[in-house]
Every structure is written in C-alpha cells, then in structure tokens.
C-alpha cells in the first residue's frame, strides 16, 4: 500500500506559532504591532486546525513526514481523532489567552512583555508539535521544548522566588524525562524496531513474545517520565511554578504544559501499550488506584491553601488524574471521560485562572480570606468563578459534568467500586474547597477598614476572555456531542 501524501496543513501549523514567535521578537519595540502578531498567529492557528476537522472526523488520518534518521525512528506530524481533541484545546485558548494576557501586562504594567509573548507562542509551537506527533520520538522532541521555551515565563519576574520556582520547574521536567522516558524510548525501539504509534488502541506495538517484566518496567518509566501529567510524587514543581504571572499559570494549567503531560501520557498508555497488553499485564487498575491517591490527597492539600492561585494550583494536580485514571480502568466510558477532561478541564480551569487573574488586577488581592463580599462589586469576574466551579465540581449543565458521569459509569462496568467511592469523595472534595470562594464572594461582608470604593471589574481586554471561555464550558456542558465525537472515534 502506498504511504499517504503528506498533508501540508500540519507543518503550517506547526509553523504559524514559531513565525509569530519570530515576529514577536523582531517588533518588540512596537507594543501594537507585537500584540497584534501574537493574535492574528493564534487566530491562523486556529483556523489552520479547524480545517482538519472535517477529515478527521470522517475517520481519515493526515500525516506529514518530515525526514527518518533510523528505520522506525522520524520526525513525522500526524492528525487523528486524538490529535484533535488536544489540538483544538491547544490553538483555541491560545487565542482567549493572547487577548486577556494584553489587559493583564499592561494593566500592571509588567516588564519583559516582548520576551513574554515570544515564549508563549513558542510553548505553543511545542504543544501543537505534541499534539500532531506521530511517534514517541517527535512526541518527545517537542516535550522537551515545551519545558525549556516556558522556564522563562515561570521566571518572568525575575526575582529570587521566581528564579526558585522556574528551577524546580526545570529540574523536576527535565530530569524525570532523562531519568525515565529517555531510556524507555531506547529500549522500546530495541525491543520492537520502531517507536512509530499504533493505528488502534487495542494492540499496542510490542511483539506478543515480549518479556512481560520489561514491558511493566518501561509503563512505569513512561508514566514517571512525562512528569509534566503532576501524578505524584513528581506533582511539587506545579505549585512552585506559581509564582509565575497569572497568564503564564493559565497556558502552565490549561493550554500547554500540564496538558502536554497527560496527553502525553495517555498517547502512550493507548498507542504504544494498548489496552489489550495493559490488561493482559494487569497494569491498567493499579494504575487507576495510583493515580487515585493524588486525585483524593491533592484535593486535601488544596483545602488547606488560603493563596487563590495555590489552590486551584492543587487543584490541578487533582484533576490531571481524573485523566489517567479514565484511561487505566480500560472501559470504554471511563477512557472516553478520561480523554474528554482534557477538553472540559482546560476551558474551566482557564476560566478560573483568568479571574484570579482579574481579581489580581482589580483588587491586588491573593488571598481567599481577603475577599469577602467582592462578588457584589466584581459580580461578572465571580460569576464566571462560580461556574467554572461547578465544572470542576461535575455538576450539570458545566462540562465536568460529562466527565464525572463516564468516570462513574465507567468504573461500575469495571466492577471497580473502590474507585467508584474515590470519585464521590473526590467531588465533595472539589466542592468543599470551591464553595466558600463564591460564598464568601457574594455572601460574605467586607471589613469596615476595607470599603469597596475604587473596587470594580478588571478591564474589558480581561473580562470578555474571562465570559468566552466561561461560555464555551457551558456550551460544551450541554452540546457535548462535537468533542465527544473524537473520543468515541478513538475508543472505536
């Protein structure tokens, strides 16, 4: 059989982000024109990847081969199902995040905004580089230059808490990633004469004869290596890289780099184990339950962060092994939820990191017990919260109901009631540390020394990002079907 032509599409895409970086870089001196590059390349991005849609959804796969340095071993793009879920999260909040980044730099006046925008668009060519990569080795090329092009955004304030965050940021990614998956990589191509993914999700590319022991051993070294999924112990650096301005923590939870980390690993668990090998290895419901801890003690942690961004910071590491754990219990509802969280998570989780955000910029305030009673004077920025909230809570009509009921349903047909429990307690969880924002946003009374005037909604640039992303989250709560559609093509 003929190899299929290659598809141009997917190297414009892979280009239109690495020219907006250099375009960034050339016009920094002109704040207008700089702004202007770094949206109209997310919105080409945008277009780019929506005009792959129709075909994949029609169940073709697009691949563009770029060059080969071993049999089995290349640089090659490749958009399916899986692809696109990633892809459209990826160059769609992009294009949020570019306009409410604009309101936030110039609302403070941050410094370094040309060095800024350039690496955001470039963590964007990394994670549209993850998304269409057609085998472990491209995958990883683009991994690794996912963590090195945010270092400097994570460091962006160039201070000594800055500087301590972006290098635990560094030093966890990269030396997990040598430590576990450069190896794994290796002996997974000694061992099968390829790291090219498979075609379905059942088989896996490891022969039938493979040693069993092995096999565990390099699923373990992958999951520990793409430690940007925050599955613990590897979780610490997220949290730190905080410290970073709130957009960066937007692209860092939502657009790039955690979702790097659990597209990743779930591309690997599917396309290179298979569930067929995950389950005749019995790797699948272990995993489920590993995962799980951090699920239920990430939830415990956040609980105890007065700090806005700490929490939903926790609260990240949480939801990432929803994920995972979806994908591990090898049902076809519980992989089907795990996938559709990179969709439903993103968007709700931007929304929530856009208004702490707003909040920042309106109030200067970090800290949830200083914001009693703003909901009555930032009622659109709190608003937004809520629902976002309520994403993350799984209550309908928000997206995350979608995930918490394949997860449920999934875990039943898995006669895996321990997980079942894990889920429910997770959910109160979730709401046990989201209510009392909004509680005490709307319901709580402002201290007498701290009156409301001069308090008021963040800048329109900030707050029409903060309602269209809130939005989205809602619509796919309620028309799920669209982005369902590429999970289901992946389960088959």
Known sequence: MDAPANDYRLLFALLIPLVGTLGVMLKGDRENVREAISSISSILLLLMVVSMVAEVRQGKTLIFHM????????????ADAMSMIFALVASSLWTIAVFYSMGYMRGLKEHAQTRFNACFALAIFGAIGVA??????????????????????????????????????LVYLTATAKAFLLPAMILIYVLTGTLDFAATITGGIFPKDANSTLVIMLYIFCLFGFAKNGVMPFHHWLPGAMVAPTPVSALLHAVAVVKVGVFCTTRVMLYVFGTETMGALNLGIPTAYFVGFTVVAASVIALSKDNLKSRLAYSTVSQLSYIILGVALLTEPAIQGGLIHIVNHAFSKITLFFCAGAIYVATHKKYISEMEGLGRTMPFTFGAFAI????????????????????LVGSVEAHQFGILLLLIASTMLNAAYFAPITYKAFFGKRPE??????????PLAMLVPILIACLISVIIGIFPQFMMHFVKVVTG
């Open 449 to 458: 020394t701290e009156p409301y005037t001069g308090i008021k909604e963040a």
């Open 67 to 78: 060059f080969s340095l071993l049999p089995g071993v290349s640089v090659t793009l490749r």
């Open 132 to 169: 269409f990569s057609d085998n472990l080795f491209t995958m990883y090329l683009f991994y690794e230059l996912v963590s090195v092009c945010t270092y400097p955004l994570v460091a962006h304030h160039q201070d000594d808490e800055g500087y301590h965050g972006a290098r635990k940021y």
């Open 388 to 407: 976002a909230s309520l994403s993350m809570i799984g209550a309908p009509p928000v997206a995350g109901f979608i995930t918490k009921w394949n997860l």
